[in-house]
């Protein structure tokens, strides 16, 4: 499990921690971090579980922030950097400037991804909300 570069280190350095847009990665917190402070919130989500020393990133949208860990006084303990990549098994579909993502295992399927044209983007987004309402009975 990753966890945050030591602030008590002589030269502390910035971990990066990779994550794949629209996946989670559970992480380890530093003993002591009582707050999390995300620079860009559209990149990265965090969410601290109830055992409190574990949390999970979620990649949100593309790019690359931080997180800074504080402790119970306020002080910075930790930081690390998040950097949202795309997910490496997908089929991008470029067509002049209109691109298209597919997911390929074990046949292409669409989906919808950040950075798509939007109007098959929305198209794959309508479908998937239909399908989920029509899963749960609405």
């Known amino acids: 499990m990753p966890a945050f570069a030591g602030a008590d280190s002589a030269a502390p350095a910035i971990d990066t921690l990779t994550v ?6 559970v ?3 530093p003993a002591g971090a009582r707050t999390l402070i995300i620079g860009n919130p559209m990149i990265a989500d965090v969410t601290l579980l109830k055992t409190g020393d574990i949390m999970v990133v979620t990649g949100k949208g593309f790019g690359e922030t931080n997180m ?3 402790d119970a006084a306020g002080h910075p303990t930790n930081e690390l950097n998040i950097l949202v990549v795309g ?3 997908a089929l991008v579909v470029q067509r002049g400037m209109d691109r298209q993502s597919y997911t390929c295992e074990p046949r292409c399927q669409p989906t919808a991804v950040l950075g798509d044209d939007s109007k098959f983007f929305g ?3 309508s479908q998937i909300q239909s399908h989920s309402s029509s899963a749960l009975g609405k």
């Open 20 to 25: 794949t847009i629209d996946e989670a990665k």
């Open 27 to 29: 992480v380890q917190l």
């Open 68 to 70: 800074i860990a504080l």
């Open 87 to 89: 997910n490496s098994k």
């Open 123 to 125: 198209d794959v987004t």
